[in-house]
């Protein structure tokens, strides 16, 4: 199975940016994407991308201030996050995944261990 390693979250202060990384053992030909999970809430969904870069969603909530890119020679998957807000505060994590029911949803097979991110001033 393909192991996932996210990194890069941190204490940041409200308009702050940071970048998180997700590095795969090995290559995947498959849909990433990024999904946070806030204290006493569910996982939600953040950002998708397909293998080719060419197709991207995006949560509402965080349209327009982040970004999700892929390094395919790295096995590495970004997430740039700019603007930041407190609301932001969750663990992220990556993983493969595979298109829901609906169009613009998407289910985790595959999960990183998550990392950090805390936005507060």
């Known amino acids: 199975q393909v192991q996932l390693v996210d990194s890069g979250g941190g204490l940041v202060q409200p308009g702050d940016s940071l970048r998180l990384s997700c590095e795969a053992s090995e290559r995947t030909f498959s849909r990433m994407g990024w999904f946070r999970q806030a204290p006493g809430k569910e996982r939600e969904f953040v950002a998708d991308?397909?293998?080719?870069?060419?197709?991207?969603y995006y949560a509402d909530s965080v349209k327009g201030r982040f970004t999700i890119s892929r390094d395919n020679a790295k096995n590495t998957v970004y997430l740039q996050m700019d603007s930041l807000k407190p609301e932001d505060t969750a663990v992220y994590y990556c993983a493969i995944t595979r298109p829901g029911p609906r169009r613009g949803t998407f289910i985790g097979d595959n999960w990183g261990q998550g990392t950090q991110v805390t936005v507060s001033s």
């Open positions: 991308i397909s293998w080719t870069g060419g197709s991207t």
